[in-house]
């Protein structure tokens, strides 16, 4: 059963730690394995930890064409209309570079350039994930990256159809059956194979999240991805069926820490949702994984007013924030944390991961504090440039060598003064 509290028994969340020792030295030592023996020790780890033994780690691009036969002319056409939204709503985010004069003989400016390669990491698992396909890589294509990798975990019985269908239609350009800290090790450092990329985006579990945390710097990466989380909140009009549907949505990601919280000020709201949610559970497949998200990691908070609730809300700093409120609008500026917002009784969070357009990549455990959902300028980097003229550097040149001075970098301050003083 899910816990129910008070507000005044809440608890603010702590700073989510790092991954375990065992972890972070098995990660290390498979990374370093991949840099010494590349492809020999990807196909390793990929006997070991997947009980395969693939021929060529890459997949043919008849087999994305074929995939898009094999899902059938339905799926096929739901992929193409959530493409088309995903697409919409990213080349809204799309950037210009700027230049301008400030003085006479002064131009500055900033570019933004595309990334060359990126890789993106598409989990394997107890579910597949063609939806994290069309939001990792659409936004790589809009932004002008040169070229699209992708790895996912192989299987015995080959990647999953949709999910090779989704990234014919995203524009990924080579797919990679490679999976968890190798896949990782061979996108940061290269292999015989498998080329190296300048970024890696996409989740995965604790191994492939450790991973990316270990190769940042060799590589770029979008964000250390934990458990789903979803937080709800209502009053006294919320829908009890349709609330516990919500949450559930979520707790059936996995029980090692998804969660899904509801912040209401109505009591018998609260107990009504607790109901539902352990009469659903014995709706749905997934009911083991869910439930032990529910009563491990999911809680309701009884609030004293909304104002608290959004209190609450802005300190968890959900990944999603379902506001389940008449005029859900007036309440979005009480918004200051959230990884992706969702707004009134007939939006549920699932739209957001499927279909609607913005991205699903989120940032989790409390990140959304101070990072963003994945989006076009994570593919992209801005290069400035300078131009001074001769007579504008004599204007201020003084004031350049004066600053450097000051610093204690005589050098610095040369570099200028042979200029002005000639």
Do not use: W
């Amino acid at each position: 059963m899910i816990k129910i509290i008070k507000s005044n028994e809440y608890n603010p969340p702590t700073t989510q730690g790092p991954s375990s020792t065992k972890i972070a030295d098995s990660v290390r030592a498979i990374i370093a394995d991949v840099v010494a023996r590349g492809d020999t020790a990807v196909l390793e780890y990929t006997q070991q930890h997947d009980g395969c033994s693939p021929e060529s780690f890459e997949v043919p691009a008849s087999a994305l064409d074929a995939a898009l036969t094999q899902i059938g002319a339905e799926f096929a056409g739901v992929l193409q209309r959530a493409a088309g939204n995903i697409e919409a709503f990213h080349r809204r985010q799309v950037r210009e570079g700027f230049v301008f004069t400030p003085s006479d003989g002064v131009v500055l400016g900033q570019r933004i350039l595309p990334l060359h390669r990126v890789g993106i990491y598409i989990p394997g698992g107890t579910a597949p994930y063609p939806s994290t396909v069309l939001m990792n890589a659409i936004p790589a294509k809009i932004a002008g990256v040169g070229e699209i990798i992708m790895v996912t975990p192989p299987s015995k019985d080959g990647v999953n159809p949709a999910v090779l269908a989704a990234a014919k239609i995203a524009g990924v350009d080579r797919v990679f059956t490679v999976g968890g800290a190798q896949a990782i090790a061979a996108l940061a450092y290269g292999t015989e194979s498998i080329p190296r990329v300048d970024k890696i985006t996409g989740p995965g579990n604790e191994f492939v999240a450790e991973a990316k945390r270990q190769v940042f710097g060799v590589v770029g990466i979008d964000m250390i991805a934990g458990p789903s989380d979803i937080l709800i909140i209502a009053d006294t009009n919320g829908d009890p069926v349709l609330i516990a549907a919500d949450m559930l949505s979520q707790c059936e990601h996995g029980g090692d820490g998804a969660a899904a919280v509801l912040v209401t000020t109505c009591e018998n709201l609260a107990r009504s949702v607790a109901a539902e949610i352990e009469r659903q559970l014995g709706e749905i497949p997934r009911e083991a994984i869910a439930r032990q998200a529910v009563e491990n990691h999911s809680k309701i908070i009884i609030a004293e007013t909304l104002d608290e609730a959004f209190d609450i809300s802005n300190d968890l700093a959900p990944e999603h924030l379902e506001i389940f409120l008449d005029e859900p609008f007036e309440y979005l500026g009480r918004v200051t944390n959230a990884g992706s917002v969702f707004l009134g009784r007939n939006t549920p969070e699932p739209l957001g991961d499927y279909y609607a357009g913005p991205n699903h990549t989120l940032p989790t455990s409390g990140t959304a504090r101070f990072s963003s959902g994945l989006g076009v300028e994570d593919f992209t980097k801005r290069s400035t440039f300078t131009y001074y003229s001769e007579d504008a550097l004599r204007k201020i040149g003084d004031d350049v060598v004066k600053f450097a001075q000051k610093e204690g970098f005589d050098a610095h301050a040369r570099a200028v003064s042979r200029r002005t003083e000639r």
